[in-house]
């Protein structure tokens, strides 16, 4: 049966990186309150920058653990109890904001509620620097919802970080409006990226263009690392397309929502096949990984 994208069920399906297979009961007994939800995704992982930044080298493969599935064997392998039960910071799994997405994406299509995490840059940390971010859409019964679960209602920001406004110009801003305002000529596009302090290849208008593919992808069930690489200097002009499609389809466009699914599926360049490149924030030596198998090579 053909899938109907403009159906906000089909983003309560899981996806390989959502499921968490073998842990399901445990995320199953979760209360489904937002916030909670929330705040159980950084009891289970820490930045690895932020909060864990003397990691042991021996640790620091804990980032690219992926798949939710593997971050809470890891999780459970320290402590084999529920997922609410407070985690000593010096044991949560090393990761990142795609991470904390990625567990509240899976913990609220366990429990049937329409999500998907979200790619761009969050203009609230060191403004006005714009910090390449994954924040969290899901469904409420009525209108897409944004929240950002790396963040907390007490950390006393001057927006609800909970129903984060969206648009051009909001705290949060999409991958895809960021290039479109670049485009433009409205925004320096060297003001996003990883850090104010790190140069270009992390920041500038390649490095949206690149985020502009991880938007699509992590839309449609295909959320990798931040890292990974399958696609190399995508032309401007198919960012073009990807972006204007993304804000309409964001807008409520059901067909701009069809025709970006559609060039998704059919262009094979965006897609990541069976293996991709893994890079390393650490500057570790590329490799590669077999995302059927999960064997890393290289």
């Known amino acids: 049966m053909p899938v109907d994208i403009t159906d906000p069920r089909t983003f309560a399906q899981h996806s390989a990186y959502s499921d968490p297979g073998a842990h399901a009961a445990l995320v199953e007994a979760l209360d489904p309150d937002v916030d909670g939800l929330c705040a159980t995704t950084t009891n289970l992982v820490a930045h690895y920058r932020a909060d864990l930044h003397d990691l042991p080298a021996e640790r620091r493969g804990e980032i690219d653990s992926r798949w939710v599935e593997a971050i809470l064997d ?26 904390h997405s990625l567990l509240l994406v899976s913990f609220l299509r366990t429990h049937g509620v329409p999500a998907r995490s979200v790619v761009g840059f969050a203009g609230y940390f060191i403004p006005p620097f714009h910090h390449d971010h994954v924040v969290v859409d899901y469904f409420d019964g009525s209108r897409w919802v944004r929240t950002d679960p790396e963040i907390s209602p007490a950390w006393g920001f001057d927006f609800d970080v909970r129903d984060i406004a969206k648009g051009a110009g909001a705290p949060f801003e999409t991958a895809a409006e960021v290039w479109l305002e670049h485009r433009a000529g409205r925004i320096d596009a060297d003001q996003y990226g990883v850090d104010p302090n790190i140069p270009a290849p992390l920041r500038g208008a390649d490095f949206v263009a690149g985020y502009v593919i991880f938007q699509v992808a992590h839309r449609y069930g295909d959320e990798l690392l931040l890292w990974d690489e399958w696609i190399h ?34 262009d094979a360049r965006l897609r990541p096949g069976r293996t991709i490149t893994q890079h390393s924030p650490y500057g570790n030596a590329p490799v590669t990984v077999d995302l059927s198998t999960r064997a890393v090579a290289g």
């Open 74 to 99: 890891l999780d459970q392998s320290r402590q084999p109890a529920d997922l609410t039960a407070a985690r000593p910071l010096a044991d949560r799994i090393a990761g990142c904001c795609r991470d």
């Open 233 to 266: 200097d995508p032309e401007p002009e198919l960012v073009d397309r990807l972006a204007t499609l993304l804000v309409a389809a964001d807008s409520g466009d059901p067909d701009a929502e069809r025709a970006l699914y559609a060039l998704y599926h059919a």
